[in-house]
């Protein structure tokens, strides 16, 4: 079993349960699957069921719908103070009756940072931070990774489409991908040998306060690591690394053209798109790979794709391996999904929320379908991140054809008054239709749009509430 001790007041010996707060989310429940499969006693509670929840019941992780203390006695009766570690997301409110319960009883409660970062200690860390990318960058890292000669153990913020699950482990690698989440400046509970950062637009405004703190956690971020930063080339970020630690930048050079006096130290050039898909030569430092093949064509992953595999070619995978693993590489659930792909109709599912996300992703939507009709759906992610950038997100929605949007997702947030999703519709010019709609009603909405387009269509669904859960359904109704 890992050693917790220095993360915990109880002794590392005493440990015999690890019980965790929300561990239906993405983070946690890989968390989850980490300690059940080092022999840990594991179970969680959740707000509501899903294919999430239930693989880990599958697993043989007890999980618990009711925030009742006193089903958490009758079910884990075993779980006591004595020998029960607590793992909590920020997910779950400080009201919640039974986090209330688990404080009162003195139970030894840690934010599922301080118990990732005591990981980041134990392996060679190899973490991925950014606002935008990290899960596609760091799923890409890891699967290179993964099928190479040195291998990884990971802890992914999405399911790997390769793999099915968000936790990989090798046990005879002692290196690990994680993905850096600076919400609630959690990062900083880590220690990497080598971190990228994709990007440093602001975001979590309701913790940061300033775009100029937002950054300011990065640079602090930065002075945590051990080996080798690697940065996107030009973003507003001032490293503060510690003497011996080595600084990369990377980048994507279109049409050619490119500075040879401040070029990226790694970079992707001659890219080609053909048939659907995407090729390029990828630029080391002592190297060139050439033409090699995008395992998801869609060109923001050409830039996620050179982020990976400079860390991995940094880390000792070769040639031939990083070839193979690109070309191989089959995405995340939920980031530019591709459901439908037809002449008359595409379906696409993204988990953007953030008003640089949406347009990353319509600017992907317009090069792969440049004479299609684009009508966007957008679930509001929080009430805080809806008010704090509304006319940002206003402009980006503006770019698409027509545009439906769902209420705003709450998450963790109580309701501010005078914010909803109409805040974000403003005046997109001639022909150009914005709403609300209920989730119930969405179905129906988009079949009416579909009908009533005089060209073919491409539907696109982003957000990070609950509107992967419409998914299925809406793939169902519209292949029909």
């Given at each position: 079993?890992?050693?917790?001790?220095?993360i915990t007041?109880i002794?590392?010996?005493?440990?015999?349960?690890?019980?965790?707060?929300?561990?239906?989310?993405?983070?946690?429940?890989?968390?989850?699957?980490?300690?059940?499969?080092?022999?840990?006693?594991?179970?969680g509670?959740?707000?509501?069921?899903?294919?999430?929840?239930?693989?880990?019941?599958?697993?043989?992780?007890?999980?618990?719908?009711?925030?009742?203390?006193?089903?958490?006695?009758?079910?884990?009766?075993?779980?006591?103070?004595?020998?029960?570690?607590?793992?909590?997301?920020?997910?779950?409110?400080e009201?919640?009756?039974?986090?209330?319960?688990?404080?009162?009883?003195?139970?030894?409660?840690r934010?599922?940072?301080?118990?990732?970062?005591?990981?980041?200690?134990?392996?060679?860390?190899?973490?991925?931070?950014?606002?935008?990318?990290?899960t596609?960058?760091?799923?890409?890292?890891?699967h290179?990774?993964?099928?190479?000669?040195?291998?990884?153990?990971?802890?992914?913020?999405?399911?790997?489409?390769?793999?099915?699950?968000?936790?990989?482990?090798?046990?005879?690698?002692?290196?690990?991908?994680?993905?850096?989440?600076?919400?609630?400046?959690?990062?900083?509970?880590?220690?990497?040998?080598?971190?990228?950062?994709?990007?440093?637009?602001?975001?979590?405004?309701?913790?940061?306060?300033?775009?100029?703190?937002y950054?300011?956690?990065?640079?602090?971020?930065?002075?945590?690591?051990?080996?080798?930063?690697?940065?996107?080339?030009?973003?507003?970020?001032?490293?503060?690394?510690?003497?011996?630690?080595?600084?990369?930048?990377?980048?994507?050079?279109?049409?050619?053209?490119?500075?040879?006096?401040?070029?990226?130290?790694?970079?992707a050039?001659?890219?080609?798109?053909?048939?659907?898909?995407?090729?390029?030569?990828?630029?080391?430092?002592?190297?060139?790979?050439?033409?090699?093949?995008?395992?998801?064509?869609?060109?923001?992953?050409?830039?996620?794709?050179?982020?990976?595999?400079?860390?991995?070619?940094?880390?000792?995978?070769?040639?031939?391996?990083?070839?193979?693993?690109?070309?191989?590489?089959?995405?995340?659930?939920?980031?530019?999904?591709?459901?439908?792909?037809?002449?008359?109709?595409?379906?696409?599912?993204?988990?953007?929320?953030?008003?640089?996300?949406?347009?990353?992703?319509?600017?992907?939507?317009?090069?792969?379908?440049?004479?299609?009709?684009?009508?966007?759906?957008?679930?509001?992610?929080?009430?805080?991140?809806?008010?704090?950038?509304?006319?940002?997100?206003?402009?980006?929605?503006?770019?698409?054809?027509?545009?439906?949007?769902?209420?705003?997702?709450?998450?963790?947030?109580?309701?501010?008054?005078?914010?909803?999703?109409?805040?974000?519709?403003?005046?997109?010019?001639?022909?150009?239709?914005?709403?609300?709609?209920?989730?119930?009603?969405l179905?129906?909405?988009?079949?009416?749009?579909?009908?009533?387009?005089?060209?073919?269509?491409?539907?696109?669904?982003?957000?990070?509430?609950?509107?992967?859960?419409?998914?299925?359904?809406?793939?169902?109704?519209?292949?029909?």
């Amino acid at each position: 079993m890992p050693d917790l001790y220095f993360i915990t007041m109880i002794k590392q010996s005493d440990i015999q349960n690890i019980f965790f707060l929300g561990v239906g989310g993405i983070g946690m429940s890989a968390l989850a699957r980490y300690f059940h499969h080092c022999g840990y006693a594991v179970a969680g509670y959740d707000r509501t069921p899903s294919d999430l929840t239930h693989e880990l019941e599958q697993e043989g992780i007890c999980v618990t719908f009711e925030d009742d203390p006193s089903s958490f006695i009758l079910h884990f009766s075993s779980f006591n103070p004595q020998h029960t570690l607590v793992v909590r997301t920020p997910a779950v409110p400080e009201d919640s009756a039974l986090y209330t319960y688990l404080r009162e009883q003195n139970y030894d409660i840690r934010k599922r940072a301080e118990v990732l970062g005591l990981v980041t200690r134990q392996m060679k860390a190899l973490c991925v931070a950014g606002t935008h990318g990290k899960t596609t960058t760091s799923t890409m890292l890891a699967h290179l990774l993964y099928q190479s000669e040195i291998g990884t153990n990971a802890f992914l913020g999405g399911i790997s489409v390769n793999y099915g699950t968000n936790l990989l482990l090798q046990k005879d690698s002692n290196v690990v991908v994680i993905e850096a989440d600076e919400y609630d400046r959690s990062f900083h509970h880590l220690t990497p040998y080598m971190s990228i950062v994709t990007a440093v637009d602001p975001d979590h405004l309701d913790i940061y306060g300033t775009p100029e703190a937002y950054r300011e956690a990065f640079a602090h971020y930065t002075s945590l690591i051990t080996g080798a930063l690697v940065m996107k080339h030009g973003i507003d970020l001032q490293p503060r690394l510690k003497k011996g630690v080595q600084c990369y930048t990377y980048g994507v050079e279109a049409n050619g053209e490119r500075v040879e006096a401040n070029a990226p130290d790694f970079y992707a050039d001659n890219i080609q798109v053909t048939k659907g898909q995407i090729y390029f030569d990828f630029h080391t430092p002592t190297e060139v790979l050439k033409e090699l093949k995008l395992g998801v064509p869609v060109w923001v992953n050409i830039e996620n794709a050179v982020a990976a595999m400079s860390v991995a070619w940094l880390n000792g995978v070769k040639a031939d391996e990083l070839r193979r693993g690109i070309a191989s590489f089959k995405g995340v659930h939920r980031r530019f999904n591709i459901h439908i792909n037809t002449p008359k109709l595409a379906y696409i599912d993204d988990y953007a929320h953030h008003p640089q996300e949406i347009a990353t992703a319509i600017d992907s939507i317009r090069k792969l379908y440049p004479e299609r009709r684009l009508i966007g759906v957008f679930q509001p992610h929080l009430y805080t991140r809806t008010r704090d950038f509304a006319p940002e997100f206003a402009q980006v929605l503006g770019t698409l054809d027509e545009c439906v949007l769902l209420p705003i997702y709450p998450a963790r947030e109580l309701p501010i008054p005078g914010v909803t999703s109409q805040m974000l519709i403003t005046a997109n010019g001639e022909g150009k239709e914005a709403k609300v709609v209920e989730k119930q009603d969405l179905i129906d909405e988009l079949k009416r749009r579909i009908a009533n387009s005089p060209t073919p269509v491409v539907i696109l669904t982003v957000g990070a509430g609950d509107i992967d859960r419409l998914v299925p359904q809406i793939t169902k109704a519209l292949k029909k």
